[in-house]
């Protein structure tokens, strides 16, 4: 089982930034993608950014221009870079990989325990 821990997250007024890591158990270019997603109070989770393990990475629309996935394999870890944030930016951001594997159904969600975005105005 492939294991994904986040940090970064906290407290942060609007306009200001944070930067989320996501490390995970297995080398990145095994994994088919990693990406971030997150859930505010009341609502159901959502993409935020995903990329491929052929590097191409896509954005929520509520998000591009202002936020930047990117990948440090050397380390394992995927990173979030949030500028210009928002309170409607504030929740649990999780990260998420699809891990292949050799038997039915041939992969599988991964998830990481989530870590905290609060932005205030």
């Known amino acids: 089982q492939v294991q994904l821990v986040e940090s970064g997250g906290g407290l942060v007024q609007a306009g200001g930034a944070l930067r989320l890591s996501c490390v995970a158990s297995t080398s990145l270019s095994s994994l088919k993608t990693v990406g971030w997603y997150r859930q505010a109070p009341g609502k159901q989770r959502e993409l935020v950014a995903d990329?491929?393990?052929?590097?191409?990475?896509v954005y929520a629309d509520s998000v591009k221009g202002r936020f930047v996935l990117s990948r440090d394999v050397t380390k394992n870890t995927v990173y979030l870079q949030m500028n210009s944030l928002k309170p409607e930016d504030t929740g649990i951001y999780y990260c998420?990989?699809?891990?292949?594997?050799?038997?039915?159904?041939?992969?599988?969600?991964?998830w990481g325990q989530g870590t905290q975005v609060t932005v205030s105005s």
């Open positions: 998420k990989s699809i891990v292949p594997i050799a038997t039915v159904p041939y992969e599988y969600d991964s």
């Open positions: 990329s491929t393990s052929s590097g191409v990475t």
